[in-house]
């Protein structure tokens, strides 16, 4: 084991904060019984040493867990009342059915047209909605697809999960018009535990833009995250989420979605900020005929470190993974991404591809890609591969040769090296919106 995973400090909080921290939700008895388990695993996890495979080349040392709180109830008027300074990527891009926003882990604003509400759709905070239909919602929160019992980390965010965003699409309803969560930092040293939890019904279709951003580029951040996606027989997802905290924010999440026969999933997430991030990412595949399509963004700038460790799991037979992921790194940055297709024996007629292309725009950053397969079953169709390398000089110095600057020659290069994703993304704002990022981030000129 690395030297680095012996000296990663325990994460917090203890049995008397978690005690208050219960104490001042109100909660039912069931989601309270929720968490108490998951604090029992999260105190034996904490004591115990985290996967080398994973966490090797995530460097969590100078992670310090005391300097981050969980903000009091009492924080939601002041939540609210900053929720307008925030800068956002996705929010006043298009027309959404529906918005929710939670800023240092509260819920500060939540809407859903009258039509999706007499049509059952539920959407809004995860807490309120807990309240009022567990009995829909409870048997999919961290039971099917992001459990306690993974790491300390998820048992870190299920005994203290500060609400979050539900939607949940009943059978054979469908969602045309997309819909859009945000979630905020905005103390110094707030944390956010927020949770994610998307249960579409069989036959049931929707759109979902997620998007988290700091309100200060200085102030500290701890994000410890959950992203659930439950999907029924023939159900369609499109699923985005936009990281965008400062380069002072730690970002820790697990996430993974369910597929059931013959629905679909695409997924599709964007890493532009924080300090360090670390996100592990699994797609089961549950019944026949399921799909999915992951598509990844990835800019890293500075000194920050991103990390993505991916699964797709195809547990039933004739199912189709498609995972694409793109990276460009400048300055001092480091991205990790490491890759697994896993095909169990049952799973014969499987259709799985992965890769990971990065592009270095400079001598001091390192990208380390790590595709891999693990295959039980003997009729199957598994491809995966990575590339990474430098800017091709001569295609900038032909194009500034042509009367373009170096700054929109590299540009151009970049854009077009992240065109494969693009063009698998059919919501023109979210392409709209990871085409101003990139302009944002390769920072030329500056």
Not at 78 to 104: C, K, M, Q, W, Y
Not at 221 to 235: M, S
Request: with cysteine; hydrophobic share 40%.
């Amino acid at each position: 084991m690395s030297s680095t995973i012996e000296s990663v400090p325990q994460t917090g909080f203890d049995a008397e904060q978690f005690e208050a921290f219960v104490a001042a939700r109100q909660e039912p008895e069931a989601v309270v019984e929720l968490r108490r388990s998951a604090f029992e695993i999260y105190i034996e996890k904490n004591l115990a040493p985290l996967d080398p495979e994973e966490f090797k080349r995530v460097d969590l040392r100078a992670f310090r867990p005391s300097k981050f709180s969980i903000a009091p109830p009492a924080a939601n008027e002041a939540g609210a009342n900053a929720l307008a300074s925030f800068g956002t990527l996705l929010r006043d891009r298009a027309e959404f059915a529906g918005n929710v926003s939670h800023v240092d882990g509260r819920c500060v604003r939540s809407e859903l047209s009258e039509d999706l509400r007499k049509k059952g759709v539920l959407f809004g905070d995860l807490s309120t909605l807990l309240k009022e239909h567990a009995d829909k919602l409870l048997p999919h929160l961290m039971t099917k697809a992001v459990t306690p019992d993974r790491d300390r980390f998820s048992a870190w965010h299920a005994a203290f999960f500060t609400g979050g965003t539900v939607l949940y699409v009943p059978r054979n309803v469908e969602v045309s018009a997309p819909l859009h969560s945000f979630i905020g930092l905005a103390a110094e040293g707030a944390a956010d535990f927020s949770h994610t939890l998307i249960v579409l019904e069989d036959g049931a279709s929707a759109t979902l833009l997620e998007e988290t951003a700091s309100l200060s580029e200085t102030n500290a951040g701890l994000h410890v995250g959950a992203v659930e996606l439950i999907l029924g027989r023939e159900a369609r997802l499109r699923y985005v989420q936009l990281q965008n905290w400062n380069e002072k924010t730690w970002h820790l999440a697990h996430q993974a979605g369910r597929v059931a026969s013959n629905a679909f999933l695409q997924w599709t997430v964007g890493g532009l900020g924080s300090k360090l991030a670390h996100i592990h990412q699994d797609i089961h595949l549950d019944g026949k005929g399921a799909e999915a399509q992951v598509n990844g963004v990835t800019f890293a700038v500075d000194r920050q470190h991103i990390s993505y460790y991916t699964q797709q799991a195809h547990n039933a037979e004739s199912c189709r993974s498609d995972l694409l992921y793109k990276t460009v790194l400048r300055d001092k940055s480091r991205v990790v991404w490491r890759g697994m297709i896993r095909v169990e024996e049952a799973a014969q007629k499987t259709d799985g591809y992965q890769r990971c292309d990065s592009l270095m725009l400079s001598d001091t950053c390192r990208s380390d890609s790590i595709p891999g397969l693990e295959i039980e079953a003997d009729d199957v169709k598994c491809t995966h591969g990575a590339t990474t390398g430098r800017v091709d000089e001569e295609q900038v110095f032909y194009c500034m040769s042509r009367g373009i600057t170096r700054y929109e020659a590299m540009h151009m290069i970049v854009e077009g090296f992240f065109q494969g994703v693009f063009d698998r993304i059919p919501v023109e704002a979210v392409r709209e919106t990871l085409s101003q990022a990139v302009v944002k981030k390769l920072g030329f000129g500056e």
